[in-house]
């Protein structure tokens, strides 16, 4: 098994022109995107819709009104829909297909839908994530790190690195390496989340319990799976 990582948006904007057929891309938006998704699969929710655009979101809950829209826009809840980027919104949604858009998570689960595989990545989920990897064996496997606007997001890097520390044996590029040690400098995931960037101006409008609630390690055992543009647990 290979290990490679996408550590920034411009890194991500290139994956469509790439062959990822033969890869497992697993994506990572820890605060708050894939950690939202993951909150709500684990509560039930029945399917997500990562779009791109507002546009896009809107369009297609024309098609299907009895969908929740749920997004942000600078990390607020886009006016008009029905839920923000926020997990704790996410823990009620038992049976809802919901519709989401959101600055770089979504952005960056579109990017690889080409892989031949594209799994959800949160702290949430961490172990679940590496008993799949370690079932499926997938020859390649891609950290994809959502980043924030078009820079380097340090916790999508840690969770990232956390999940190819469970594979000693695996081949590592300098890339996966970075993460991995990304990971390591830190005592807790927590301390890791309150240090990034996100995590300063989440605290700074008192959310930091939403920060400690994504740094909750394996918290989930449910994996999300993109197919055909949709999420479902598998």
Not at 55 to 63: I, T
Request: charge should be negative; hydrophobic fraction near 50%; include cysteine.
């Amino acid at each position: 098994m290979k290990f490679d990582a996408a550590l920034t948006p411009a890194d991500i904007s290139l994956l469509p022109r790439r062959d990822l057929t033969q890869t497992t891309c697993v994506v990572f938006d820890v605060l708050r995107a894939t950690s939202s998704m993951i909150t709500a699969l684990g509560n039930g929710a029945a399917e997500i819709f990562p779009v791109k655009t507002i546009e896009e979101a809107l369009a297609l809950r024309e098609k299907m009104p009895d969908a929740l829209l749920g997004g942000e826009r600078h990390g607020e809840r886009i006016e008009g829909f029905d839920l923000g980027n926020n997990p704790f919104e996410y823990a009620a949604l038992a049976g809802k297909r919901i519709i989401s858009t959101t600055t770089n998570g979504t952005i960056a689960l579109r990017a690889c839908e080409r892989a031949g595989r594209v799994l959800v990545g949160a702290l949430l989920n961490l172990a679940a994530l590496r008993n799949e990897l370690a079932r499926s064996l997938p020859t390649e496997v891609l950290l994809v790190c959502a980043g924030t606007f078009e820079t380097f997001a340090l916790e999508d890097a840690i969770a990232a690195g956390l999940l190819a520390a469970e594979f000693p044996d695996a081949e590592l590029t300098d890339a996966a390496v970075a993460a991995v040690a990304t990971a390591r400098s830190f005592a807790t995931p927590l301390d890791g989340l309150l240090a990034a960037r996100n995590g300063r101006a989440l605290v700074a409008k008192g959310w930091r319990d939403q920060i400690e609630w994504c740094a909750r390690a394996s918290r989930f055992g449910v994996i999300g799976a993109m197919d055909g543009g949709i999420i479902r647990s598998l």
